[in-house]
């Protein structure tokens, strides 16, 4: 089968690539870089801004049958000032279309940040797909409004809730204040971790999945059937929870360098508990991610990741 991977050079466009063609699939990977970035697997680089209403009127017709994976997004939520609308909303709209005109299955990597209400308070619960979506950041409300652009289309559909990603790629990217970033960099600089608490004085929960479990549920996902109504939703995650403060122990325990650790009581964390229910996830995949945040540490302090 042939696969387009929007934002192809992002955080899980590098992994899905990789996953798609040991899978034996063509891949078409588009982004906004004028060549691929280097060590991309694919067999085509289509260089645009899926943004841009022009891309709409490319000739996606060429490629028929084919599955549509949308990862092209704006995931910086701690800066100020950013397009959401432009870089989730609208290159969403332009996936949508590209999935009309190769009539094949449309993929969004959306976000937990959608969920909000008390289960992302305290006391902790898991939150399954029916729950709450009415977001409270600037980030959120755009990847809702990506997965209801999706539904308006009408599109053959699956949207993933992406939790907590784990990627040995993580510290190559932009510092955006991720907690990995930050501890990477603490220990390249020996700057401070800084853990904020929440209004119950606790640090925030988080459910972790690795990017390749990620992007081999993408691909087990273009053989599962969505309800006649609209597209399946379903949640990528493992089901444990994960503590900021048992985040940093786990590097620290393996780090050869201290980690200079803060706790923040002064500022409070935006939904605190983002903890997912794999019920769906296991009836469809026969299977749930592992929890493989001593798995993900081991592996980027030995060197084989890209950012020792």
């Given at each position: 089968?042939?696969?387009?991977?929007?934002?192809?050079?992002?955080?899980?466009?590098?992994?899905?690539?990789?996953?798609?063609?040991?899978?034996?699939?063509?891949?078409?990977?588009?982004?906004?870089?004028?060549?691929?970035?280097?060590?991309?697997?694919?067999d085509?680089?289509?260089?645009?801004d899926?943004?841009?209403?022009?891309?709409?009127?490319?000739?996606?017709?060429?490629?028929?049958?084919?599955?549509?994976?949308?990862?092209?997004?704006?995931?910086?939520?701690?800066?100020?000032?950013?397009d959401?609308?432009?870089?989730?909303?609208?290159?969403?709209?332009?996936a949508?279309?590209?999935?009309?005109?190769?009539?094949?299955r449309?993929?969004?990597?959306?976000?937990?940040?959608?969920?909000?209400?008390?289960?992302?308070?305290?006391?902790?619960?898991?939150?399954?797909?029916?729950?709450?979506?009415?977001?409270?950041?600037?980030?959120?409300?755009?990847k809702?409004?990506?997965?209801?652009?999706?539904?308006?289309?009408?599109?053959?559909?699956?949207?993933?809730?992406?939790?907590?990603?784990?990627?040995?790629?993580?510290?190559?990217?932009?510092?955006?204040?991720?907690?990995?970033?930050?501890?990477?960099?603490?220990?390249?600089?020996?700057?401070?971790?800084?853990?904020?608490?929440?209004?119950?004085?606790?640090?925030?929960?988080?459910?972790?999945?690795?990017?390749?479990?990620?992007?081999?549920?993408?691909?087990?996902?273009?053989?599962?059937?969505?309800?006649?109504?609209g597209?399946?939703?379903?949640?990528?995650?493992?089901?444990?929870?994960?503590?900021?403060?048992?985040?940093?122990?786990?590097?620290?325990?393996?780090?050869?360098?201290?980690?200079?650790?803060?706790?923040?009581?002064?500022?409070?964390?935006?939904n605190?508990?983002?903890?997912?229910?794999?019920?769906?996830?296991?009836?469809?995949?026969?299977?749930?991610?592992?929890?493989?945040?001593?798995?993900?540490?081991?592996?980027?302090?030995?060197?084989?990741?890209?950012?020792?």
């Amino acid at each position: 089968m042939t696969v387009i991977i929007t934002g192809a050079g992002g955080l899980l466009g590098h992994s899905l690539a990789a996953e798609a063609r040991r899978a034996g699939h063509k891949v078409i990977a588009l982004g906004r870089a004028a060549k691929p970035p280097v060590g991309l697997a694919c067999d085509r680089w289509i260089a645009g801004d899926l943004a841009d209403p022009r891309a709409r009127g490319c000739d996606w017709q060429v490629f028929p049958g084919a599955a549509v994976f949308h990862l092209a997004a704006d995931t910086r939520i701690y800066e100020a000032g950013r397009d959401f609308a432009r870089d989730n909303v609208a290159t969403t709209e332009t996936a949508c279309v590209i999935a009309q005109r190769t009539s094949g299955r449309l993929v969004l990597f959306s976000s937990s940040a959608v969920y909000s209400g008390p289960r992302t308070h305290r006391p902790v619960a898991s939150l399954a797909e029916g729950d709450e979506t009415n977001p409270t950041t600037p980030y959120g409300r755009s990847k809702c409004a990506a997965e209801e652009a999706v539904r308006r289309a009408g599109v053959d559909a699956v949207v993933l809730r992406i939790f907590g990603v784990l990627s040995n790629r993580l510290p190559l990217m932009p510092e955006r204040g991720n907690l990995i970033q930050a501890i990477c960099r603490a220990w390249r600089t020996g700057s401070e971790v800084i853990v904020p608490l929440d209004r119950d004085g606790e640090p925030a929960v988080r459910d972790y999945v690795s990017d390749e479990d990620i992007c081999r549920c993408a691909l087990a996902s273009l053989t599962w059937t969505p309800p006649p109504t609209g597209p399946m939703v379903v949640n990528v995650c493992t089901g444990v929870a994960t503590t900021a403060l048992e985040m940093v122990d786990a590097a620290r325990s393996l780090g050869e360098r201290p980690l200079n650790v803060r706790v923040d009581s002064s500022s409070l964390v935006v939904n605190p508990v983002m903890l997912g229910d794999p019920s769906e996830l296991r009836r469809l995949h026969k299977s749930v991610p592992a929890d493989r945040v001593q798995e993900f540490w081991e592996q980027l302090l030995s060197g084989r990741g890209p950012a020792r």
